[in-house]
């Protein structure tokens, strides 16, 4: 034995050390960041399904967090390097539909937008990019399944003219009447973007129609930015947003700066296949990417000194309705010291106060509060810290 | 068993003093590194301070504290730990090379032993992972002192205090030191049946000499396209078929394959084929 001491020695050190380290590193696992939401008032309900992300800041040392409300706080920089590569942080939607549709989701790219359910399908369709020398080869991919049959059908279909495209790209599936309807976006090669319809019949799998509902231009000093406004959820809409800015450019003091010389916003009913223009408030335009659907109503949140403000259009009568004030009294203007989402016909909240973020949760149609809360951080060992919300989902 | 033992003992024998200066350079060096790091952070600190006039505070908010970073990150760290991989990767062919060198041919006596023959292979591939491990024990044992002497050398206000942890989750370190056991194990097993595809290469060339380099290229490099398959066809044919986590577990399925064709192939060759 004594001949073997050096070699003993080495290998009970080695093991010792590297044991010590991993225990020391799995118990320090455990206790990290964990936020807390504390009631003010309301239903705590609310909060079920909730998931937060934001980014927590000590020092000079930015964590980036997921928390599940009511659940673990997970710090996206703690994962190791396989967790980050296995554990993916999809969207609600699209974990739902893996676990539901294991089979069906394999291979597909996982945005809401290229998905839709209802009670007896789910359909995909996302677009597959050849990618040539100097240009892609854009083709759909599109497979539908039938829920209750497991029966998987795929239509495939090559774009026409793709060397005209820069870019093509699927903005939301929707199913209506035994038709698959695609709403598509694409930018030209040659300036100008185009948002086009395909629809298909479901039963034949075959192309009905296409049609062109927008398509903007570039000239030499002015152009078109479009935006596309809707839900990222897979359930069925009605109804889709768009909004387009001309910009231009324009000399000030020798200086070239862009200047917004028109916005137009324009509402597509899906099922009726028209497109109408709204009458949108020229204050209210940039707001418009807070907005969300119910029924027949827009409802648009903008920010004011005092909190939120809720505009409402009818989109069936062609008028805007009465405002709505979401009173925040403690809300501290400033860089960043919102995040508002609108969904499930609610609107959340979260915002900073002088004693940290409050999240507020309100119905929409009555404008009444639902949920108000603190959000606070605990088991952390920092001094100076900084919380910043991005995401409520 | 107790061959295999005598004979890991003897390899980590041969190569122990070497090794030990090994450590030896790492010590002093990371520790010079500290030093001069964090002594010449506090200088440039203190000389700009009088210069613009500033207090301690405003100096950390123009020109940002220091942490441990600025020492994992600098030469002295980089260059001990590269210094430490390129002597072992040598190693990995000297193991087998010098029982060929040198005036009396001692390969003759080691194929002599009344053992079996594969245990040279294994004795010598359990001899680098040992001295592997020992030198991210060491990292590990050294981080903690390097960064109490970081501590003693740069005044608190000028500091932003990482954690052993945190120090090893930034930057190339996790590579080393990965963050879960898990995690270590499927590192450093990838990284020994690397080292066993080299062994069985350098078996080819001393079986077969010239024609042996050749085959034993062919051989890294079937091997290699082994590991990657799952990889090339979930990129190619399957279009992501798999979700990461079946890709992870076929990964591991395809690196034992490998690690098994290594010592199956090194086993035939040395049992057979090896020319003293």
């Known amino acids: ?393 | 068993m107790k061959r295999y033992l005598k004979l890991v003992n003897f390899e980590f024998n041969r190569f122990f003093k070497l090794y030990l200066v090994l450590i030896g350079i790492t010590f002093v060096a990371q520790m010079s590194g500290v030093i001069v790091e964090s002594k010449s952070y506090h200088n440039q600190a203190n000389e700009i301070m009088q210069e613009d006039l500033l207090t301690q505070s405003e100096y950390v908010q123009q020109y940002g504290p220091m942490s441990f970073l600025n020492i994992s990150e600098s030469i002295w760290f980089l260059g001990t730990i590269a210094l430490c991989a390129v002597t072992l990767i040598i190693y990995v062919f000297f193991i087998w090379y010098r029982d060929w060198v040198g005036k009396n041919n001692f390969s003759y006596r080691l194929f002599m032993l009344p053992s079996v023959r594969l245990n040279i292979y294994l004795a010598k591939a359990t001899t680098i992972l040992l001295f592997v491990l020992g030198l991210i024990a060491l990292q590990l044992l050294l981080l903690p002192f390097e960064n109490q002497v970081f501590k003693w050398i740069v005044p608190e206000v000028f500091r932003t205090d990482l954690s052993v942890l945190e120090i090893t989750n930034l930057y190339y370190l996790n590579l080393l030191i990965p963050k879960n056991i898990l995690e270590f194990i499927l590192f450093y097993g990838a990284g020994m049946t690397a080292v066993m595809i080299v062994f069985t290469a350098i078996l080819f060339e001393r079986s077969y000499r010239l024609k042996g380099i050749f085959y034993g290229i062919v051989y890294c490099g079937v091997s290699i396209l082994i590991f990657l398959a799952p990889l090339l066809l979930q990129a190619s044919l399957l279009e992501n078929y798999f979700y990461p986590m079946e890709l992870l577990f076929l990964e591991i399925a395809a690196c034992v394959l490998v690690l098994a064709g290594a010592i199956w192939i090194g086993n035939m060759l040395i049992k057979n084929k090896v020319r003293v």
């Open chain 1, 1 to 393: 034995m004594k001949r073997y001491w050096k070699i003993v020695l080495l290998s009970i050190i080695t093991l010792v050390v590297i044991g010590s380290f991993y225990i020391q590193a799995s118990l320090a696992a455990k206790d990290t960041l964990q936020l807390e939401l504390e009631k003010i008032s309301g239903n705590e309900d609310e909060l079920k399904g909730l998931t937060i992300h934001g980014d927590y800041g000590t020092g000079n040392l930015t964590k980036n967090f997921v928390h599940e409300v009511n659940g673990e706080t997970i710090l996206l920089n703690n994962r190791s390097v396989i967790e980050e590569l296995t554990t993916d942080i999809n969207s609600h939607i699209m974990k739902k539909l893996i676990e539901e549709h294991r089979n069906f989701m394999r291979g597909k790219d996982l945005f809401p937008d290229y998905f839709f359910e209802n009670e007896s399908l789910v359909v995909y369709a996302g677009v597959k990019r050849d990618y040539k020398f100097n240009s892609i080869d854009f083709s759909f991919d599109i497979d539908v399944l039938d829920k209750k049959s497991n029966e998987i059908k795929s239509i495939p279909l090559d774009l026409p003219d793709t060397e005209t495209y820069g870019w093509y790209d699927v903005v939301d599936v929707e199913v209506v009447d035994g038709q698959i309807i695609l709403l598509t976006r694409s930018s030209l090669v040659n300036g100008g973007e185009e948002v086009n319809e395909y629809t298909f019949d479901l039963e034949n799998q075959k192309l009905l129609s296409t049609e062109k509902l927008i398509s903007t231009i570039r000239t030499d000093n002015s152009w078109t930015e479009l935006s596309v406004i809707h839900d990222s959820s897979i359930d069925p809409e009605k109804y889709i947003l768009f909004k387009t800015s001309t910009l231009k450019d324009v000399e000030k003091d020798g200086y070239f700066v862009q200047e917004v010389t028109g916005n137009e916003v324009q509402v597509y009913n899906i099922e009726t296949k028209q497109l109408k223009k709204i009458d949108f408030p020229d204050e209210l335009v940039d707001a418009i990417d807070l907005s969300t659907i119910i029924d027949s109503t827009l409802y648009v949140s903008s920010r004011v000194d005092s909190g939120l403000e809720l505009s409402q259009y009818d989109l069936e009568k062609d008028e805007w309705g009465e405002k709505k004030a979401v009173d925040l009294p403690k809300y501290k203007n400033g860089y960043e010291s919102m995040y508002t989402n609108l969904m499930n016909g609610k609107i959340y909240t979260a915002y900073l106060t002088d004693e940290g973020y409050e999240l507020y949760i309100g119905d929409l149609r009555t404008g009444k509060s639902l949920y108000e809360g603190k959000i606070k951080v605990s088991n952390t060992s920092s001094k100076t810290d900084e919380l910043y919300i991005h995401l409520i989902e």
